[in-house]
C-alpha cells in the first residue's frame, strides 16, 4: 500500500458527462501528480500541485482541469468527456520535488466512457 | 524534449534465472534521475529503484540492480533471481530538469513473464 487513494476505482460515464476524480496523497506530502495511462497514448503527465499551487503542467487537455486544496487533496475534473478519455488516471504524491524524487502512486481510477 | 524507449514489448524468463530490461534514454539535461515502476495486474504502479545521472555506482535494492551507462545512455533493470511474482508490466521513466525537473517521462513497458 503506497498510502496515496484515489477514489473511485471504477467509473463508467456516457460521452459528453463530467466527472470528478480524487485523491488523497500520503500524510505529508506537498506534491501531487496526475498521470493518464491509456492504451494508444502510454503513460502521459498531466499536471503537478504543490502546496496548493500549480508547478507543472503536461498534455492535460483544455477540458480537464485540476486543483489541490488546502487539505492537499487534489480532484481532477473531466468535462465533456469523449470516448477517447477512457483510460486509467493515476495520481501520485512526493514529500518534495526534485530531480530524485520518488513518486508514490495510488492504485488509480479506471474510467469507461460509453 | 526527453523520451525513454523501451524496445522489449514482452519477456519471458524461467523462474530463479536473472532477467535484464533494457532502457534508452534521451535527453539534453545535464542533470536528471532515472526510475523503474511496475505494474502488476491489479494497476498500481510500484516504485523500484533510483538511479541518478551523477551517481558514481549503480543503484541496488535487493533483488533489483540498475546497468547504467551513461555514455550509451542506458538504464537496464536486472533482476536476479526471478520469482512468480514479478511477472508484471516494468516501465522505465525518467526526470529531468525541462519541465522544472518535476514530471516523469515513461516507456512504454516491458511485459515479463515468469515461469516455472
Known amino acids: 500500500d503506497s498510502g496515496v487513494t484515489q477514489t473511485p476505482k471504477h467509473l463508467i460515464t456516457a460521452t459528453g458527462q463530467r466527472v470528478t476524480l480524487r485523491c488523497s496523497p500520503r500524510?505529508?506530502?506537498?506534491?501531487v501528480y496526475w498521470y493518464q495511462q491509456s492504451l494508444d497514448q502510454g503513460l502521459q503527465f498531466l499536471i503537478q500541485?504543490?502546496?496548493?499551487?500549480?508547478?507543472a503542467k503536461g498534455n492535460i487537455l483544455e477540458r480537464f482541469s485540476a486543483q489541490q486544496f488546502p487539505d492537499l487533496h487534489s480532484e481532477l475534473n473531466l468535462s465533456s468527456l469523449e470516448l477517447g478519455d477512457s483510460a486509467l488516471y493515476f495520481c501520485?504524491?512526493?514529500?518534495?520535488?526534485?530531480?530524485?524524487?520518488?513518486?508514490?502512486f495510488g492504485q488509480g481510477t479506471r474510467l469507461t466512457v460509453v | 524534449a526527453q523520451k525513454i524507449t523501451q524496445t522489449q514489448p514482452g519477456m519471458f524468463v524461467q523462474e530463479k534465472e536473472a532477467v535484464t530490461l533494457d532502457c534508452t534514454y534521451d535527453?539534453?539535461?545535464?542533470?536528471?534521475?532515472l526510475f523503474w515502476y511496475k505494474q502488476p495486474s491489479s494497476g498500481e504502479m510500484i516504485f523500484l529503484i533510483y538511479?541518478?545521472?551523477?551517481?558514481?555506482q549503480n543503484a541496488t535494492e535487493g533483488r533489483y540492480s540498475l546497468n547504467f551507462q551513461k555514455a550509451r545512455k542506458s538504464a537496464n533493470l536486472v533482476i536476479s533471481a526471478s520469482q512468480l511474482g514479478d511477472s508484471a508490466m516494468y516501465f522505465c521513466?525518467?526526470?529531468?530538469?525541462?519541465?522544472?525537473?518535476?514530471?516523469?517521462?515513461f516507456g512504454t513497458g516491458t511485459q515479463l513473464k515468469v515461469e516455472l
Open positions: 501520485a504524491s512526493s514529500d518534495r520535488t526534485g530531480l530524485g524524487t520518488e513518486a508514490f
Open positions: 500524510s505529508g506530502d506537498l506534491s
Open positions: 500541485y504543490y502546496n496548493g499551487e500549480e508547478r
Open positions: 535527453t539534453s539535461d545535464p542533470s536528471y534521475g
Open positions: 538511479q541518478g545521472s551523477y551517481d558514481q
Open positions: 521513466a525518467m526526470r529531468g530538469l525541462t519541465g522544472g525537473g518535476n514530471k516523469l517521462t
